[in-house]
């Protein structure tokens, strides 16, 4: 199998998803925990909440109160369930103690043309997906689920400012099978480092709307726990992938 055979060679990329995977799949052919070790994480982008014009909400505080006033008349779009724009958006109606109507996809492009076309209220999508959309003017954004104000929004204030904590990236990161040698762990680690603070891939992540966001193994690890523990939080206090 893959993640065991640590022959120094088999490397892989994963994003964001592959640590919701362990708290939403029950029978993974792999252990998450043992079978694989956090070599570095090389970029990540941001996640936006945006609502269609036509929906009339500019502010989260808009959305609150017509959802309040019309309880299960307003929907929220995902790429499917246990994805990034399902948990997000769970999470956000939980703590607003809020009745939203999920709608899942299957794929981010069906969902966001719905949304373009004013078939959902609103979703949680990725910035370099969503940022062409909201710069031009057919979405509007009403919160950013980062940690702190975005370079691309700066006026867009983050979920957290608002009184929500809802954070939630697009990431991703090298792992290796655990038991691949600490030395070839170093040596890769190394080069994913140097390629990051290059010119060329700063200007790819650039043109794509992300940052490159290089964290070496210790930190990596650290992150990689964190997210493992975050969404196993959030799909607990959901109490179900729909």
């Not at 043992?34 to 941001?46: F, I, Q, T, Y």
């Amino acid at each position: 199998m893959l993640f065991r055979s640590p022959d120094g060679y088999t490397f892989v990329c994963v994003a964001n998803s592959f640590a919701a995977n362990q708290t939403l799949i029950r029978k993974l052919p792999y252990d998450t925990q043992k079978d694989l070790r956090p070599v570095a994480l090389m970029g990540m982008s941001e996640h936006v909440l945006a609502t269609h014009p036509n929906s009339g909400l500019k502010t989260l505080a808009d959305l609150r109160n017509a959802a309040k006033a019309k309880p299960g008349t307003l929907s929220f779009a995902s790429f499917g369930n246990g994805t990034s724009a399902h948990l997000s958006g769970e999470m956000l109606k939980l703590q607003m103690g809020l009745d939203i109507v999920h709608v899942p996809y299957k794929g981010q492009g069906p969902a966001l043309t719905d949304l373009l076309g004013g078939q959902v209220t609103m979703m949680f999508g990725n910035w370099p997906e969503f940022r062409s959309h909201v710069q031009n003017g057919k979405l509007v954004a009403l919160g950013m689920a980062t940690a702190q104000r975005s370079r691309f929004l700066p006026d867009v204030p983050t979920l957290k400012e608002l009184g929500y904590d809802v954070e939630y990236y697009l990431w991703q990161g090298v792992f290796a099978p655990a038991k691949t040698p600490a030395p070839v762990v170093q040596t890769v680690r190394e080069a994913i480092g140097k390629a990051v603070e290059t010119d060329v891939f700063k200007a790819a992540l650039e043109r794509a709307g992300s940052d490159p966001a290089y964290q070496d193994t210790p930190a990596f690890k650290a992150w990689w726990e964190n997210q493992n523990k975050v969404l196993e939080t959030a799909v607990k206090a959901i109490g179900k992938i729909e």
